[in-house]
Nanobody, 119 residues
Framework: QVQLVESGGGLVQPGGSLRLSCTAS????????MGWYRQVPGKQRKLVAH???????NYGDSAKGRFTISRDNAKNTVYLQMNSLKPEDTAVYYC?????????????WGQGTQVTVSS
């Protein structure tokens, strides 16, 4: 079982920055791919950024050029640095660990952290 704890959300003005953190339990963190997703009420959860165990990164269209995902395997933590925030970035942000055959049997999600971009 994988437990994910997110932090770093909050209220920020347009143009501001936030850094989200997600710390995972377990001794095989370096094997995990990690993702950040976001969701607004009434809409599907959408990919923001994804990083593989080998460090390959993929961004959703909304994140390209403004957000940066990174990981620190020594701290079992993945980060999402969000710059130039816009009101449309307002959402609940979730950390995700996708399945790994033989190691992680299904998707795991954090509890979510609210990000509100407003003046």
């Amino acid at each position: 079982q994988v437990q994910l704890v997110e932090s770093g959300g909050g209220l920020v003005q347009p143009g501001g920055s936030l850094r989200l953190s997600c710390t995972a339990s377990g001794s095989i963190f370096s094997m995990y791919a990690m993702g950040w997703y976001r969701q607004v009420p009434g809409k599907q959860r959408k990919l923001v950024a994804h990083i593989t165990s080998g460090g390959t990164i993929n961004y959703g269209d909304s994140a390209k050029g403004r957000f940066t995902i990174s990981r620190d395997n020594a701290k079992n933590t993945v980060y999402l640095q969000m710059n130039s925030l816009k009101p449309e970035d307002t959402a609940v942000y979730y950390c995700n660990v996708p399945p790994i055959p033989g190691y992680v049997n299904h998707d795991y999600w954090g509890q979510g952290t609210q990000v509100t971009v407003s003046s």
